[in-house]
Nanobody, 120 residues
Framework: EVQLVESGGGLVQAGGSLRLSCAAS????????IGWFRQAPGKEREGLAC????????YYASSVKGRFTASSDNAKSTVFLQMNSLKADDTAVYYC?????????????WGKGTLVTVSL
């Protein structure tokens, strides 16, 4: 059974940091692109970062570039999202997802998400 389980969300003040984790199981982790997404209330799901399965390169959305850093520990089949300088606009449910091709809206596997709330 494929599982992606996010953790690390919570309440943080603006300007603070959080580190999200995503533990993957049930598929060959090294062969999948892993993406981080978020969805704020009333908004569409937004792609934030993608770790390529080909060479491990990481790509970021302009909204988080320079503040968020995605990384992976392939030995533990776990990916991380370090989030710094958080803003109220970063409040959302954060998801990790996996796909054998690349990162896109229709990723093959999704986690259930973890809520991040940034207070002013």
């Amino acid at each position: 059974e494929v599982q992606l389980v996010e953790s690390g969300g919570g309440l943080v003040q603006a300007g603070g940091s959080l580190r999200l984790s995503c533990a993957a199981s049930g598929f060959t982790f090294d062969d999948y692109a892993i993406g981080w997404f978020r969805q704020a209330p009333g908004k569409e799901r937004e792609g934030l970062a993608c770790i390529s399965s080909y060479d491990g390169s990481t790509y970021y959305a302009s909204s988080v570039k320079g503040r968020f850093t995605a990384s992976s520990d392939n030995a533990k089949s776990t990916v991380f999202l370090q989030m710094n300088s958080l803003k109220a606009d970063d409040t959302a449910v954060y998801y990790c997802a996996a796909d054998p091709r690349s990162c896109h809206r229709g990723m093959q596997y999704w986690g259930k998400g973890t809520l991040v709330t940034v207070s002013l």
